[in-house]
């Protein structure tokens, strides 16, 4: 069965500070694995993905995610952090790679920014 | 292009009732997910379909049912609504294996 762990539930960084958010997955072949963000009462944006290549990917709002098969991570990082990253942040895995399939999330890292 | 929408935004049911969430897919696509986000976890998949048929069905009672139509929106129908159905409900379309797209979601409440 494929499972997610994000073992920080909630993060507090000052802005301009870099962040990195943790995320394990298990997952019994190859995995599609995503990293997507929530604002409040807002649905869930995709921010990149990891299929196969490179093991360091870029997505969009200057977050970049890095592969590590050994380790079972995918941690996501943004080198400063802006005070509009604040939200809910989740990582996933799946086998579709549309990010929409029988995908399974973690429970989520909350992202507070310090002025 | 309006993207995925779903309707209503929010909805108060009583125990024992039934309930209908709609969803339009973004223009263009063919796929549609479902998923239940209650409160403080991540979303977990309901059912998946494509092309009117259903492709996947996560762990979910079968008082969970959900159908498409041929203009590709989407329904899930919740019956016997219990307490513990209360979550947002979530939508998201593709078109084939494409990035999926989610919509704002149905916060559903059962009193």
């Known amino acids: 069965a494929q499972s997610v762990t994000q073992p920080d539930i909630h993060i507090t960084v000052s802005e301009g500070a870099s962040l990195e958010l943790r995320c394990n997955y298990s997952?019994?072949?190859?995995?599609?694995l995503f990293w997507y963000v929530q604002s409040p009462g807002q649905g869930l944006q995709l921010l990149l993905k990891?299929?196969?290549?490179?093991?360091l990917v870029q997505g969009i709002k200057g977050f970049e995610a890095e592969f590590k098969r050994s380790q079972s991570s995918f941690n996501l990082r943004k080198p400063s952090v802006h005070w509009s990253d604040a939200a809910e942040y989740f990582c996933?895995?799946?086998?579709?790679?549309?990010?929409?399939?029988?995908?399974?999330f973690g429970d989520g890292t909350t992202l507070t920014v310090k002025p | 292009d309006a993207g995925v929408t779903q309707s209503p935004t929010h909805l108060i049911k009583t125990r024992g009732q039934q309930v209908t969430l709609r969803c339009s897919p973004k223009?263009?696509?063919?796929?549609v997910s479902w998923y239940q986000q209650a409160l403080g976890q991540g979303p977990q998949f309901i059912f998946q379909?494509?092309?009117?048929?259903?492709?996947g069905r996560g762990n979910f009672p079968d008082r969970f049912s959900a159908r498409q139509f041929p203009n590709y929106s989407s329904e899930l129908n919740v019956n016997a609504l219990l307490l513990g159905d209360s979550a947002l409900y979530l939508c998201?379309?593709?078109?084939?294996?494409?990035?999926?797209?989610f919509g704002q979601g149905t916060r559903l409440t059962v009193v």
């Open positions: 998201a379309s593709s078109l084939g294996f494409s990035e999926a797209f």
């Open positions: 997952y019994g072949a190859t995995p599609y």
């Open positions: 990891y299929f196969s290549g490179d093991t």
């Open positions: 996933a895995v799946g086998a579709g790679s549309n990010g929409a399939g029988k995908s399974t």
């Open positions: 223009s263009g696509h063919d796929t």
């Open positions: 379909y494509y092309e009117k048929e259903e492709r």
